[in-house]
């Protein structure tokens, strides 16, 4: 974390910078309240200042709101190109843009998490989920203020009453609790393409690894299929822990056991059956949850591939979930996924698909709309190819 420095009411104050998507620490500090109007708080940030919220805080909120319906409306593709590909990109250039305006009104968090606004919510647990306690640079513990953006902060709130609630999964009969930070599983026709498909052919109780296991929700799926042993991996400590906690209330400890790491276990245990949910489009993440979308030149699916035929057993599968929307935005064509297959030295022994259910594909004023209405999620089986 850095340092920030504002004058406020003739004195210099100090607080901690923290931001998940790595946003810089502001440079230029204004102090407002809620006799700021939208329209003077929107050319204050877009001159690159930040607006210290002193106001109500519900206020805060609907000014968030009036300066996003200010802003232009979401990008629409060019009409002239017809190319999916420049509008998937220009989508998320604006959407950046757009992010980093309204990330410009920030709120200080006491020493402990609480805000000392009017009608403020008290956000202590929310933030201690997702933050732990405060530190300073030191990585002590620190008895002063953070500064966090006000859609950051609702962000925080918003993914702790879904930590809290859960998400109903259909396919366990349970539900799965997302932690802070960690790909969220709302989107649960992969999860029934794993639920449904055969096991490899002979192997009723295979032992399984979940490579990339996020909440845990697909090596809890295989573990109620009757896995005998199912080792899930995450690169992000954030969902080791969230995929243990899952385990835990699912009493599922005792088969399945989750570890970091980067895609593979460090050792060189084989496996029957090996499940990988990739992130499905090539693309730089700008923040910890779109590591479970966005994949830098498709880096986790080409290491999958490449090294899943030397951690199977011999009549093991590997089983890739990946949604084709690349494809259909020109991101990734369907005989390069095939020759990367093909290259990894496996081949395709069978494929299951279906249609997501997300509301995107029905929302015609979607830019990406042509694209999404067209996406299907595939479940591809995957053996060494024999010589």
Known sequence: MSTVSWTENGTRRNALWHSENGTAAPARIVVVDDRMSANAALRLAQSGS??????????????????????????????????????FHAHRQA??????????????????HSIRLRRAPDVRAACKHAYGKPTNESGDVSSGMMLVSLPELLGVIGAFQWHRKGIDI????????PGYGVFAPTRDEYIDLVARAPLPHGIDHPVVFDIGTG???????????????????????RAVQCARENMQQ?????????????????????????????????????????????????????????????????????????????EHLGLRTRDELLARIADAGLEVTARHETTPRHARIADSTDP?????????????????RIP
């Open 50 to 87: 930040s607006l210290l919220w002193r106001g109500d805080f519900h206020n805060a909120r609907q000014l968030l709101r009036a300066i996003d319906r200010r802003l232009p409306e979401k990008s629409s593709p060019a009409p002239e190109r017809g190319d999916l590909g420049f509008s």
């Open 95 to 112: 959407r950046s843009e757009r992010a980093a305006l309204l990330g410009r009104i920030v709120i200080v968090l006491e020493h402990d």
């Open 170 to 177: 259909a396919a366990l009969g349970a539900r799965i609790h």
């Open 215 to 237: 909440t845990g929700v697909l090596a809890a799926v295989l573990a109620q299929r009757g896995a005998r042993e199912v080792l899930a991996t995450d690169i992000n400590p």
């Open 250 to 326: 699912l009493g599922l400890t005792g088969r399945v056991r989750v570890v970091e790491a980067d895609l593979w276990p460090g050792n060189q245990q084989r496996a029957d059956l090996i499940v990988c949910n990739p992130p499905w489009l090539p693309g730089c993440p700008t923040s910890a949850l779109e590591l479970g979308i966005y994949d830098p030149a498709s880096d986790v699916l080409n290491r999958f591939l490449g090294n899943l035929a030397d951690h199977l057993t011999p009549h093991g599968e590997g089983w890739l979930i990946l949604s084709d929307l690349a």
């Open 368 to 384: 990406l709309h042509a694209a999404r209405a067209r996406e299907r999620t595939v479940l591809w089986r995957l053996t060494p």
